[in-house]
């Protein structure tokens, strides 16, 4: 049992965090998007946000492959109170959806562009697109495709626990991905886009 458990956390495919491992569970998540990452990677959590978007997608070490997130605008994000990182400028205060969309645009668009090397674009549930979706999942479209689930959104990773694992229907999993990403696939939805 205990040689079974230290393979799976080895290769990553089940790891339980207890509190105060942020640092190690974001380190665990870079790993794989740079292992699995070749083809893409596409991040689904309902309280993404731009700040998560930096602390992962963007360490893909591959340039320019099809990086896709997925997020929802919730009280939590309506509510936070954010100043770009860049240039320090306050940002709106979030009272509305749309709010909370222009908000997260403008602290993507923070970074220059033509150093990220990304092909990334940021969908969001706005309005009556799209349908409401609860699991946190991190995603590797290969010819076999990957997917683990985070157990806890992005910007709780290793705060409290949880556990990250490999599932085993990874394609289904893709294609339910894919399915809200074209219901999604409106201008109000759209988010950021990499040019």
């Known amino acids: 049992y205990k040689q079974e458990l230290k393979e799976l956390e080895e290769n990553k495919s089940f790891i339980q965090y207890y509190e105060k491992q942020e640092d ?35 360490f893909c070490q591959h340039t320019y492959v099809p990086m896709r997130a997925i997020t929802s605008f919730s009280e939590i994000q309506l509510q936070r109170n954010i100043s770009c990182p860049k240039c320090g400028e306050p940002l709106e205060s979030k009272n509305t959806t749309e709010k909370a969309k222009t908000n997260m645009t403008k602290e993507l668009e923070c970074d220059d562009e033509k150093f990220l090397f990304m092909n990334l674009e940021v969908r969001g549930k706005i309005k009556q697109y799209g349908y409401k979706f609860h699991d946190r999942f991190l995603i590797f479209p290969l010819e076999q495709p990957k997917v683990w ?16 694992q490999e599932v085993k229907n990874a394609q289904h999993i893709l294609n339910a991905f894919n399915k809200l990403w074209d219901e999604l696939n409106h201008e109000e939805c759209l988010v950021w886009k990499s040019k």
Do not use: F, R
Request: charged content about 20%; glycine content about 8%; overall charge positive.
């Open 149 to 164: 689930s985070l157990g806890i959104s992005v910007n709780q990773l290793g705060a409290s626990h949880h556990i990250l």
């Open 24 to 58: 190690k569970a974001l380190a665990n998540v870079k790993e794989l998007i740079k292992k699995y990452g070749e083809k893409g990677v596409y991040l689904w959590d309902p309280y993404l946000n731009a700040k998560d978007i930096k602390n992962t997608l963007y």
